[in-house]
């Protein structure tokens, strides 16, 4: 027996269309991390994915001109309704949204957005794919506090507890990266755990022929830290460890730091100065940017680029820099120093280390190259990349898992969506559904 959604036909061999809902809080990626990911995901899945599978994503908040972007990649953009009595975003998102009350497969990341993807599983009898991007124990290792009643650690364990739940109550597990997939696959011995590794994000790439080459002999080089300045997780991204290699350097080296929230420009920069050996006259802090046109003309404004992490799930800061070709180094202890190891030309921008001095070598031996040098570099390691990590090949892998989740459904083909359902009987080659 084999049941159409409601108002389809089915011709003999054809499949019905499943319904992907990705679950976020915006679309424009104006936070970064999480919703980045989900962007580009869904971007890449509704390209390459057959025709068989129609990609949504539910948001939280957003506007007509992020509808409309969506729809030219293919995205369907559907905003949550408020919810009486609730002013929190994700509260909305556990109701399954009236433009799509029963969709086929429902996609969560992490702990902020996997309760939503479970409340509608409940709801909408739907499958579930659940992407993680963190391991919170290894996070809670390096978190401050400003409290002494706060135990970090502790904290961060409770959160990796609720993240292997939701892993558990999932259908598919997907990790980001193969350091995760290695992690939650030791934690989880009853469960298979998948991988995706993100490829180039093309919104950060920009053609030689749009740059304008600075002619000019520069007399200082410029290394940026992109993130979020909450205190709690300064020592954590290893800011520090670039601030006191910058500090041990001459003063032809300064450090940009982008990340300050409103109003705390001047906390953070002494943050650094007390922490750190760097030189005010060598430290300039930005606030945290969220529109994509003056982050990438940021990326450009960089010499190099440093993402220095104690421990980081993965590391999008360094996939944007590999994607806009500019010059960086990364900490080992990252996903995407893992996945680096597997493209060639990767290793030339891994650091093995936390000290500042190792850190401080390697960005002099980047500023003895010739810009030139240090650009072609840049673009052969995003090529090389590209091709070891295409987002073709890792959604291809995606939509397998997307249609063996359909035809587990019992669902996809026999779950009842209408109020009536037309059996085949004898020879017949199709279903109608009818309201």
């Not at 679309?27 to 990609?55: H, P």
């Not at 010059?327 to 120093?337: K, S, Y």
Request: proline share 3%.
């Amino acid at each position: 027996m084999r049941i159409m959604a409601c108002g389809q036909t089915l011709s003999a061999g054809s499949r019905p269309t499943i319904n992907v809902m990705f679950l976020c809080d915006e679309w424009k990626s104006r936070k970064g991390g999480l919703s980045t990911f989900n962007r580009e995901f869904a971007v890449n899945l509704a390209k390459t994915a057959s025709d068989s599978i129609k990609v949504y994503c539910y948001v939280s908040q957003s506007d007509e001109h992020s509808k409309e972007d969506a729809r030219q990649h293919g995205v369907e953009l559907i905003i949550a309704q408020n919810i009486p009595g609730s002013d929190d975003p994700l509260d909305w998102l556990k109701l399954p949204p009236p433009e799509l009350p029963n969709p086929d497969i429902v996609v969560g990341h992490g702990r902020k957005f996997g309760t939503p993807a479970y409340f509608i599983v409940r709801t909408a009898k739907c499958k579930w794919m659940h992407f993680v991007h963190v391991y919170c124990e290894d996070l809670g290792k390096f978190k401050a506090t400003q409290s002494s009643a706060v135990d970090t650690i502790e904290e961060n364990e409770k959160k990796h507890k609720s993240e292997i739940e939701l892993c558990k109550a999932a259908d598919v597990v997907v990790a980001v990266g193969s350091r995760l997939q290695r992690k939650y696959s030791n934690c989880l011995p009853f469960v298979n755990v998948e991988i995706i590794t993100p490829g180039i994000f093309e919104k950060f790439s920009i053609k030689s022929s749009q740059l304008v080459k600075d002619k000019l002999v520069k007399k200082k080089f410029s290394v940026f830290m992109f993130g979020r300045g909450n205190f709690e997780d300064l020592a954590l991204k290893g800011y520090d460890i670039v601030a006191n290699a910058i500090g041990s350097l001459e003063n032809m080296f300064e450090l940009t730091f982008v990340g300050s929230s409103s109003g705390e420009h001047r906390k953070i920069e002494e943050w650094f100065l007390k922490h750190t050996s760097i030189r005010r006259n060598q430290l300039t802090i930005r606030g945290y940017c969220n529109e994509q046109e003056e982050l990438t003309e940021m990326f450009h404004e960089a010499d190099m680029v440093a993402i220095p992490s104690r421990t980081e799930g993965f590391g999008l800061v360094a996939l944007e820099a590999i994607s806009a070709g500019i010059p960086f180094l990364v900490a080992g202890e990252t996903g995407i120093a893992e996945a680096l190891l597997e493209v060639e030309g990767g290793t030339s921008v891994i650091v093995e280390s936390d000290d500042p001095e190792e850190w401080a070598e390697r960005i002099q031996q980047l500023s003895r190259q010739s810009s030139e040098e240090r650009e072609n570099n840049a673009k052969l390691l995003r090529d090389n990349y590209a091709e070891t990590y295409s987002w073709s090949s890792q959604c291809k892998r995606i939509e397998r898992m997307i249609l063996g989740l359909a035809e587990s459904l019992n669902g996809m083909f026999t779950k009842p969506r209408c109020s009536m359902i037309a059996f085949l009987l004898g020879t017949c080659s199709y279903i109608a559904c009818t309201n």
